[in-house]
């Protein structure tokens, strides 16, 4: 089919960690543009930086991987992640400050984001010019205030049309992620769709059956949604307390003194060692300083020691990634042991599938929790739900993965793409849609 004669439209996951975009495929069907390198999904961040100058489309900026990069390599200027957060606030028309005597604002940060997105997609041979697009969207963007949360779809949209997108529609989430089970079946079912991600964990029960397939609307086809601001980032804070920052003093107590007891070390920084966002704060000059201080709050030297290398070497993120790494090694069952050798020779610790439960116990609860919530808010009974469909990133820990299963013994599991699983299913939705 010639560029010409294809159609053309676009589907868009913009998420709150990463985001992902689906065109029609050469001889039909849809495809995942490869966004960076071989990847076909990219981090939702903007990076700007201080020095450079504008061009056609603004600041200076990184996207994806390579604004992720910029931040932990210390380049001078601002990194902006969860951009999705700040939809049906007051923010979203504000002007923010990104260095270098630059303001720009939030709906801007947003559009430029999508036009990348969209820039990418027409540069990877994507028929143009994508002005038609669904984009994905959580069934609340803000619960329980539905002005609110009209007005955060309004600001979406807006941006995308800011950017090219001349027809704009959208699409829930959990029934895009569910789209892929629907092809499946013969019969109706009930849904139970798990997306845990990065930053939060979504429970929605929906309808699907081959009748209810080619409907555009699907609002009805939603009957509760619930969730948690707990999922991946969190579980890797956790295990990073549990197993490599003992290494670095955490939880351990200073010297004997006469007449007390040692005290615990004060966990302040390694709780900012172990917060994505903040360990760049424990390397400003200040902070370093006072570390430095706290030496004879130690009572084995070889722990702070190894914490002032971290601080002075500017290796936090580093250790962050070998948590998530370490996590994402035993999250099928096992051990493993996390190198520590850039800190010092010789240096490991082992994690084994059990500490890290331990570690993530209270977390899973929560979450657990929330898609028992979800099932009692469409006032269903455990038994009554069909499938299970697991999506987004942290459903790869085995152990998340069975606790939660655990209510639904009658359910089918179901397996979709845990990245790019909503994606997939905005880009069948959009086909379907603009091929009427």
Same mark, same amino acid.
């Given at each position: 089919?010639?560029?010409?004669? &294809?159609?053309?439209?676009? /589907? ?43 061009? =056609?489309?603004?600041? #200076? ?15 001078? *200027? ?34 430029? !984001? ?12 994507? #028929?143009? #010019? ?13 619960? %329980? ?30 029934? /895009?992620? =569910? ?19 990065? %930053?939060?964990?979504? $429970? ?18 939603? +009957? ?7 999922? %991946?980032?969190? $579980? ?13 003093? !955490? ?14 070390? #004060?966990?302040?920084?390694? $709780? ?10 424990? !390397?400003?000059?200040? @902070?370093? &300083?006072?570390? @430095? ?26 250790? &962050?990634? @070998? ?5 994402? /090694?035993?999250? %099928? ?6 190198? +520590? ?5 010789? +240096? ?16 899973? *609860? @929560?979450?657990?929790?929330? *898609? ?14 069909? /499938? ?8 790869? +820990? ?26 997939? *299913?905005?880009?069948?939705? =959009? ?6």
């Amino acid at each position: 089919m010639s560029h010409a004669s &294809a159609p053309s439209f676009c /589907a868009i996951d913009f998420g709150t960690s990463n985001s992902a975009i689906a065109v029609p495929a050469e001889g039909g069907g849809m495809r995942l543009v490869a966004l960076e390198g071989e990847h076909t999904t990219m981090p939702t961040a903007v990076f700007y930086f201080v020095e450079g100058r504008h061009d =056609a489309d603004g600041p #200076p900026r990184a996207f994806g991987r390579a604004a992720v990069a910029a931040y932990v390599e210390g380049a001078d *200027g601002r990194l902006m992640r969860s951009m999705k957060s700040i939809l049906g606030s007051g923010l979203i028309e504000q002007t923010t400050d990104v260095g270098g005597g630059r303001g720009v604002k939030y709906s801007d940060i947003l559009a430029g !984001y999508l036009k990348r997105l969209r820039n990418t997609a027409l540069a990877s041979g994507a #028929p143009g #010019p994508l002005n038609k697009l669904v984009l994905g969207r959580p069934v609340f963007f803000v619960d %329980g205030e539905p002005a609110r949360d009209a007005a955060a779809q309004a600001s979406l949209e807006a941006a995308a049309h800011k950017v090219g997108f001349d027809e704009v529609h959208f699409q829930f989430e959990p029934i /895009a992620a =569910a789209f892929d089970f629907e092809h499946q079946i013969d019969r109706e079912q009930i849904v139970l769709v798990a997306d845990i991600g990065g %930053g939060t964990s979504d $429970f929605s029960v929906v309808r699907v059956g081959p009748e209810r397939m080619n409907r555009l609307d699907r609002r009805d086809d939603i +009957l509760a949604n619930h969730g948690v601001h707990i999922a %991946g980032t969190d $579980f890797d804070r956790h295990i990073e307390l549990a197993s490599i920052l003992r290494e670095f003093g !955490y939880r351990s107590f200073g010297p004997e003194r006469a007449g007390s007891p040692p005290r615990e070390v #004060p966990s302040g920084v390694y $709780f900012d060692l172990a917060t994505w966002h903040l360990i760049n704060t424990v !390397y400003s000059p200040q @902070r370093v &300083a006072e570390l @430095r201080q706290m030496r004879s709050f130690y009572g084995n030297l070889k722990h702070h020691q190894r914490l002032m290398t971290v601080v002075e070497d500017h290796l936090g993120h580093e250790l &962050a990634g @070998r948590a998530e790494g370490a996590k994402i /090694a035993v999250s %099928g069952g096992g051990d493993t042991v996390i190198d +520590l050798g850039l800190v010092e020779s010789g +240096l490991e610790v082992a994690l084994s599938e059990t500490v890290a439960v331990q570690a993530l116990e209270a977390d899973i *609860g @929560r979450i657990v929790q929330a *898609g028992r919530e979800a099932v009692a808010q469409a006032g269903l009974r455990p038994d009554q739900i069909n /499938a299970l469909y697991f999506t987004g990133g942290s459903t790869g +820990l085995r152990f998340l993965a069975e606790k939660i299963a655990a209510d639904y013994p009658q359910a089918q599991h179901v397996r979709g793409d845990r990245f790019a699983s909503v994606a997939t *299913g905005l880009g069948l939705h =959009a086909a379907r849609l603009f091929s009427q």
